[in-house]
């Protein structure tokens, strides 16, 4: 009984001292920074143009039908009409890209009767204009065509994978090209449901990793079985967002600030995300111990592989190329225009950004300054493989912003591609990516040996004969003295 008295009191220690160290460690990742920045290759916050700003706000009764209560999601579809879910109201609003009234949608057609959404969550439109819908409380995903006829309704899924106690809650849908729907549903810990084109459900992909306090593990190994029966079970966590590319992939976030926050999961929901940037793709680097890290909770892909996500602890949103660069960052707490009081959706009208505010009801408009635009298109050039305009753009990003590390790099990149491997290398220096810097050597010395090959063999071979006759002519002297002597 002592014995386990004392291994008590010895484990409390160890957490106490675990738990001082993480604070202190969190108390010293804490800064305050500017409104826009960038992170440097030490992980210290440096300063950066603003890549947006922000220019009007729009909200429902500016449009003129009452205010947008409590929307949760929206959605920009090819022809740049924008979906609001107004979840308040049990509404859809449609608007233009003037950011005018096209329609309101609260009801449609079931077998000559209507029906109505119940607390709805999630919002996705294909590129035919179909509409589907999270219909969360009446526990049932709802497909409707353009014209706004009822396609189908995915409700109730049976399979053996699911337990049958199992309530269907969705909270987000996005569609592929092939017309699979998936589904992020509370209280999931599987990953995304996976329905066919009839709506019928197939598998689960994309679970996240069990996330293990190391103390409460270090602490269940010493904890008798009653004390173990009380602790929570070490489950997945689930995910908080979801968005798919033009080509199927499936961007999503889970929200717990673990090194894989951001996912790019391929149709096997195998993760295929690029972290090769200084840091993993999370939000912010550096935090306060009282506020914590970043709660990423919605994301929106654009071509090029340029992805956005929003951390709704600060209210930023920040930008990745894909690599997992770190491109900019801009927004925030607050009552100023640009900043927001409950952020819960981020979606692209082009080169704008729209913010959908959750408490205030409102979307903030952000455009695109020069420094973005320079910045954008930098990448986009690079991943369309245009080495002379990605090199010129990262050129003019650099003279924009000397704190873009990662802008030598790309320029490295395009150098790279053109051949140029000792200005490669160069960049790639001033960048620190070590890795690209030891592939540019290796190319510069095999460029190198190529080019003077010629040369070091004639000149090997001249030593080889050289030595050789040098070995003849001294034979020859030393019999001619033994000869003498």
Known sequence: MKTIKRVNIYLLMIMILLVAIGTEVSTVQAANQPASYNYSFWGESVHAPAAYHPTRLVDGEGLGIGMLNSPTDFHVSEDNLIYILDTGNNRIVVLNEQFQLVETIQSFDKEGELETFSNPRGLFVTNENDIFIADTDNQRVVHLDEDLNLVKIIDDPQSELINESFAFHPLNVVVDNANRVYVMADGVFDGFMEFNVDGYFTTFIGANRVQVDPIEYLWKRFATREQRSQMLMFVPTEFTSMDINEDGFIYATNGDGSDDAIKKLNSRGDDVLRREGYF??????????????????????????????????????????????????????????????????????????????????????????????????????????????????????????????????????????????????????QSLDQSNYSKAFLLYRNEILRDYFSIIMTGMMVLAVSSMFLRVYFKKIRRKRAASI
């Open 280 to 429: 993993n793709p999370i939000g912010d680097v550096r935090y306060t111990t009282a506020v914590g890290p970043s709660r990423l909770i919605d994301i929106d892909v654009t071509d090029s592989e340029i992805y956005s996500v929003l951390d709704a602890r600060r209210g930023r949103i920040f930008t990745y190329n894909g690599d997992g660069h770190l491109m900019y960052v801009f927004g925030g707490i607050g009552n100023r225009l640009g900043e927001f009081h409950t952020p819960v959706a981020i979606e692209r009208l082009g080169d704008d950004f729209l913010v959908l505010d959750r408490e205030l009801g409102e979307i903030t408009v952000f455009e695109l300054t020069e420094y973005g635009r320079t910045l954008n298109e930098a990448v986009r050039s690079y991943e369309r493989g245009d080495e002379e305009s990605a090199f010129e753009l990262y050129q003019e990003a650099v003279h924009m912003n000397a704190n873009l590390e990662f802008a030598y790099a790309g320029i490295g990149k395009a150098l790279l591609r053109k051949e140029e491997f000792n200005d490669a290398m160069h960049n790639f220096e």
